[in-house]
């Protein structure tokens, strides 16, 4: 007897429809799954066969094959259990014929039947609905995310004595409403206005928040660079649906999704001390699994104590502030998980702290080497670099609180409903996103704005990516302004933001 049934494997972010095929035959009694399983996979025998008994079905002791197609697909983790069983009791005739029926089945087994949350049912149903599948049956818990997916319909299941009863008519599972798709503005735990003083920084971060530029803060202890930094979020526009949807792939794979969670609606925040690993801030791992520049994604990404983090981490950025994505290559797989992140990085100006040097050169040295532990390339690919001075008593003593984020807030999405207009028929959604190829046509300088860059050209040392980057920071300002054209003004701020090599 034979029946096949449907489930999803998951490769990096992306879902892959899997067959599940099961053959029962006559023989000695043997359980025998193929196709690639992880060690996971393989533990499925175990718990299928407690969860069908304990559902008041009937294992069947004869010789059974499962073979999980593709088989050059790793199968990985225990999201297979529940289109396991629903294929054995298939083949024994216990579900009836539902080998023609386009649903997949998803999610994990306990002992006793009922089915648990697990991980990664977003993309796989995004992936079973590209497939053609109508229906699928997943983990009630991660119903309210399944039903994110438009386009398909999503049963929750809360145990494998559920379905039985579905499928032989003694009840119907009824499928789950559309979620509904709305991001909702969510309340942040700072804001501009609880950072005292320091109105060029807070400029620096609303021109950065308006275009998603890169910055590094630079500063003594006690500055309020970490509150600052924290402050962006509260800054930056609510997720769009489609951004949010994205986000949400990335966490439901990294199983950080709350339970009964359907969108993620905040704008990543990832904060990694700098002791973190280089597999845990770029992904990787025995099975693909997003790091941290992945779980920010249309977020924030903030770096404190940035020399402090490992060269080799340091250097892992270069590729991901470029092209959005981080290429995480290993012996036995090779995928590409997104990173279009806004990277926010703070770093006191010596290894004590605080500015060194006068007279004592020693000092002076050990300051310049600390800052060298960011290389120039990688300080090449940040737009926007701001001292953070010690704040002075008048402005910690004053009574006047600063302008609050929910008024910087507006400014910043009015300046990317302009970019919005200009960026849409690219595929693109702000400025820092410009190509090379775009940025003649959509950086546009009058004539004083060009004689300005030019003559900083040379002065200030512009490699082509800072040219590049400094025309889209300069873009951002004058869409702030709502000007048309970049002027001299946009041109002069945008490079006083940028660094200068021998400032590393």
Known sequence: MLAKVHSCALVGLDGVLVDVEVDVAQGLPAYTVVGLPDAAVQEARE????????????????????NLAPADVRKVGPVHDL?????????????????????????ELSLDGALRHTDGILPMVAEARGA???????????????????????????????????????????????????????????????VRGQAHVKRALEIAAAGAHNVLMIGPPGAGKTLLARC???????????EAIEVTKIYSVAGLIPQRTS?????????????????GLVGGGVSPQPGEISLAHRGVLFLDEFPEFSRQSLEALRQPLEDGTVSVVRANYSVTLPARLMLVAAMNPSPGGYAEGGGDSTMADAARRYRRRISGPLLDRIDVYVEVPEIPYE??????????????RARVEACRDIQAKRLNPHDLRVNAEITARL???????????????????????????????????????????????????HVAEALQYRARLDDA
Request: with cysteine.
């Open 395 to 408: 402005d910690m003593a004053g009574g006047d609180r600063g302008e609050p984020s929910e008024a910087v």
């Open 439 to 489: 940025v003649p046509e959509l950086c546009l300088l009058d004539k004083r704005a060009e004689s300005l860059l030019r003559d900083a050209h040379d002065r200030m040392g512009l490699s082509g990516r800072g040219h590049h980057r400094t025309l889209k920071l300069a873009r951002t300002i004058a869409d702030l302004d709502g000007a048309e054209e970049i002027g001299p003004a």
């Open 263 to 279: 969108l993620i609606a905040e704008r990543p925040f990832r904060a990694p001390h700098h002791t973190v690993s280089h597999v």
């Open 83 to 107: 289109s396991i069983a629903a294929a054995i009791l298939a083949a024994t005739g216990q579900l009836g014929d539902i080998t023609e029926n386009r649903a997949v089945f998803l999610g």
């Open 132 to 194: 053609g599948m109508e229906r699928a049956f997943v983990p009630a818990m991660n119903g309210a995310e399944a039903a994110v997916v438009s386009g398909i319909e999503v049963l929750p299941v809360n145990s494998l004595q559920q379905l039985i009863a579905h499928f032989i008519g003694l009840i119907q599972i009824e499928p789950l409403p559309a979620t509904q798709t709305t991001v909702d503005r969510s309340s942040y735990p700072v804001d501009l206005a609880d």
């Open 232 to 242: 962006v979020p509260s800054i930056l526009p609510p997720l769009e649906l489609e």
């Open 47 to 66: 718990r299928t066969r407690a969860a069908i008994r304990n559902s008041g079905a009937v294992f069947p002791n004869r010789r059974l094959t499962v």
